[in-house]
Nanobody, 125 residues
Framework: VQLQASGGGLVQAGGSLRLSCAAS????????MGWFRQAPGKEREFVAA????????YYADPVKGRFTISRGDAKNTVYLQMNSLKPEDTAVYYC???????????????????WGQGTQVTVSS
């Protein structure tokens, strides 16, 4: 499985961006997928996830009400719509996929098997 993240960029505070994560592989299904981010000098942290099967969504508290994760019609693309961006949202954003179709915690990095290369999001004040 390969993941390609895109859509990052520079935006002013209060603006919006939409990140995309396209997955490829011989038998890719609607697996659980997640977004994480890592700011300079900080550990990678959970942002949002969408679960396999029921497409339940999960969000970290700092982004609830501002970010929305969704799955494309083809099921191999996941989006992260980010609104009302703040300078503290500045980070490299990574997408990841869990191919085990289980009930692992969606906010745990260990649950994910494959990771994309990351896309930089910079929010200016």
């Amino acid at each position: 499985v390969q993941l390609q993240a895109s859509g990052g960029g520079l935006v002013q505070a209060g603006g919006s961006l939409r990140l995309s994560c396209a997955a490829s592989g011989p038998t890719f299904r609607a697996y659980s997928m997640g977004w994480f981010r890592q700011a300079p000098g900080k550990e990678r942290e959970f942002v949002a996830a969408i679960a396999w099967g029921n497409d339940n969504t999960y969000y970290a508290d700092p982004v609830k009400g501002r970010f929305t994760i969704s799955r494309g019609d083809a099921k191999n693309t996941v989006y992260l719509q980010m609104n009302s961006l703040k300078p503290e949202d500045t980070a490299v954003y990574y997408c990841a996929v869990d191919v085990h179709l289980d009930d692992s915690s969606r906010d745990d990095m260990i649950a994910y098997d494959y990771w994309g290369q990351g896309t930089q999001v910079t929010v200016s004040s």
